[in-house]
T-cell receptor, first 117, second 112 residues
Framework: GENVEQHPSTLSVQEGDSAVIKCTYS??????FPWYKQELGKRPQLIID?????GEKKDQRIAVTLNKTAKHFSLHITETQPEDSAVYFC????????????????FGQGTELSVKP | ETGVTQSPTHLIKTRGQQVTLRCSSQ?????VSWYQQALGQGPQFIFQ???????GRGNFPPRFSGLQFPNYSSELNVNALELDDSALYLC???????????FGPGTRLTVT
């Protein structure tokens, strides 16, 4: 069935270092890959997403890369800051015009990122 | 913050009871999806509603049901509550054909 694997489960970095979180997905029909940040007790917040017709997308200190052949996608955070500390979730879905499956998001297990000052 | 709201914030129920959770979608969004997030895990898709009809369902039993109203708000109903139903229930709204889903703050359900 559909599955998204996410690694690592925990990640600790020093302020200013880079952080990388990796995900793999099983359904080759997936065409939309969002990343969410969830702080303790708060809602998941969409921070960046990528569609299958794009290999890389950047937004300031955050970037996402997608390798469709290997069914891998990754989140890169540069110049990390203490406020980046949170749980990050990757997800995959079949969305857009191919919407007959409801556009459901399949989430990874989450990565707890800790940025030490 | 998104414009998605949920009520109530917290709820405590006894095993076997029934519960109704509510969600108001963001302005301009006509699709609502519901997710269950157990402690320490990623959200799991329950179902999605579009034009007041269920439009996709995850691996949840029939005692999980929902409604969508003409103003696009939605309800999640759970009958015969079990201890394992204790979780954070999140709704997310989106545009039909749009990929982005924006989450509400969630309802924390505890079943004792």
């Amino acid at each position: 069935g559909e599955n998204v694997e996410q690694h690592p489960s925990t990640l600790s970095v020093q302020e200013g270092d880079s952080a990388v979180i990796k995900c793999t997905y099983s359904d080759s029909a997936s065409n939309y890959f969002p990343w969410y940040k969830q702080e303790l007790g708060k809602r998941p917040q969409l921070i960046i997403d990528i569609r299958s017709n794009v290999g890389e997308k950047k937004d300031q200190r955050i970037a996402v890369t997608l390798n469709k052949t290997a069914k891998h996608f990754s989140l890169h955070i540069t110049e990390t800051q203490p406020e980046d500390s949170a749980v990050y979730f990757c997800a995959a879905s079949i969305g857009g015009v191919i919407y007959n499956q409801g556009g459901k998001l399949i989430f990874g297990q989450g990565t707890e990122l800790s940025v030490k000052p | 913050e998104t414009g998605v709201t949920q009520s109530p914030t917290h709820l405590i129920k006894t095993r076997g009871q029934q519960v109704t959770l509510r969600c108001s979608s963001q302005s301009g969004h006509n699709t609502v999806s519901w997710y269950q997030q157990a402690l320490g895990q990623g959200p799991q898709f329950i179902f999605q509603y579009y034009r007041e009809e269920e439009n996709g369902r995850g691996n949840f039993p029939p005692r999980f049901s929902g409604l969508q109203f003409p103003n696009y708000s939605s309800e999640l109903n759970v009958n015969a509550l079990e201890l394992d139903d204790s979780a954070l229930y999140l709704c997310a709204s989106s545009r039909k054909g749009g990929n982005e889903q924006y989450f509400g703050p969630g309802t924390r359900l505890t079943v004792t």
